[in-house]
């Protein structure tokens, strides 16, 4: 038995010795950083940095192995670098490697007749990290690159979780492409059409499968998808009434916040709360204008004030500016542009009360001359 046991530990220790070194590596940076996640948020970056410099060993190993098989370890350690990028340290450095590990990985597989199951995600997380370029840089190249793989994904057959945020993400990348240049106004269109897809496809259902907590959590991610579908629909109609002022785009924009408002109501303490209040509320006082034919704003307060047309349109927008400012702190920034709002807002509420008084006065005396001729004759 001593014999058979001294033979099954021999083979383990050869099997364990000829495992290659970028193997071993890629294992151990694997284990890193499941150890640190599952060590909660933020989590120690002490472990995590552990596994980046065994991701990076993993990847030296190959090279050195002469083994072009590497795609899996630069998609892993991209992602454990991504964590590293959004929790602790924005840098360029770090997203410029997040970028070229991505690909790395896509030099190998896009050559692939068969493409791995992993693809339509790898060209997600490819276009993501160009578009957080993007923003960051402001280069057009960076820009047209997520749009080029997201395109490419939208065309593949993916899982539908993969399809949606692909949908989503293409809207808001060919939608920053219009903004940039304010002129490509079929991106613009094509951003609507795909956050319209991509909400269609963000369905209710999808909360009620699998256990009662996976539930609650599908159906908690699932609304905040929404929210975020809804929100920049309506940013992408505003931007087209700025460009084609038709009341229709207006319309839309308003429609689709109001909707993104509330699903908000039932989402506490969501960050683009306020923002949504305020766009709403800038949007309706945009509509009371349009009403009044008011188009070189508080010049013309007191003149041509029509006290019917818009009206509920500019109580509304009142409220929903209030209700903006009481979230915000006064440090915020964006508390200064719904200060003035609010400003403005009672600027022409104070117009159209005076407006009304006059007309009320005017209507008076009109009656007391008629009763008067009516008492003469």
Request: some cysteine.
């Amino acid at each position: 038995m001593d014999f058979i046991r001294d033979i099954l530990c021999c083979g383990l220790l050869i099997a364990f010795f000829s495992i290659p070194k970028s193997e071993k590596c890629y294992r151990k940076a694997t284990k890193d950083y499941e150890t640190y996640s599952s060590s909660g948020t933020p989590g120690d970056r002490e472990v995590l940095k552990k596994a980046l410099e065994n991701y990076q060993a993993a990847l030296d190993a190959r090279a050195e192995e002469g083994n072009s098989d590497i795609a899996e370890i630069a998609i892993d350690y991209a992602v454990a670098l991504w964590t590293d990028y959004q929790r602790y340290e924005r840098s360029s450095k770090t997203l410029d490697k997040v970028i070229k590990l991505y690909e790395a990985a896509l030099a190998q597989w896009k050559g692939a007749v068969s493409k791995p199951e992993g693809y339509p995600n790898l060209l997600l997380n490819s276009a993501n990290a160009y578009f957080t370029q993007y923003r960051v840089e402001k280069e057009a190249a960076a820009l047209e690159k997520a749009i080029s793989y997201l395109d490419e994904l939208r065309q593949l057959k993916a899982a539908d979780e993969t399809r949606k945020n692909c949908l989503f993400l293409l809207g808001k990348v060919l939608m920053a492409a219009y903004s940039a240049n304010g002129t490509a106004t079929d991106r613009l269109d094509d951003a609507i059409k795909y956050f319209r897809q991509a909400l269609k496809l963000a369905t209710p259902d999808d909360a009620e499968k699998g256990t009662e907590d996976e539930q609650d959590s599908k159906g908690a991610g699932n609304a905040n998808f929404q929210i975020q579908c809804l929100y920049n629909l309506s940013t992408a109609y505003d931007l087209s009434y700025q460009k084609t002022t038709k009341i229709e785009d207006l319309d839309e924009a308003i429609k689709y916040n109001y909707e993104a408002r509330n699903l908000l109501a039932s989402t506490p303490n969501h960050p683009d709360h306020a923002a949504c209040l305020y766009n709403l509320a800038r949007q309706l006082f945009t509509k009371y204008q349009r009403s009044q034919q008011d188009k070189v704003g508080i010049a013309l307060l007191d003149t041509n004030l029509d006290g019917e047309k818009g009206v509920q349109d500019l109580n509304a927008a009142h409220r929903l500016a209030k209700e903006a400012q009481d979230m915000l702190p006064a440090e915020n920034p964006m508390r200064g542009p719904v200060d003035e709002l609010l400003a403005v807002i009672g600027q022409h509420d104070l117009a159209l009360s005076k407006h009304t008084k006059s007309l009320k006065s005017k209507s008076s005396s009109m009656d007391t001359l008629r009763s008067s001729r009516s008492s003469r004759s």
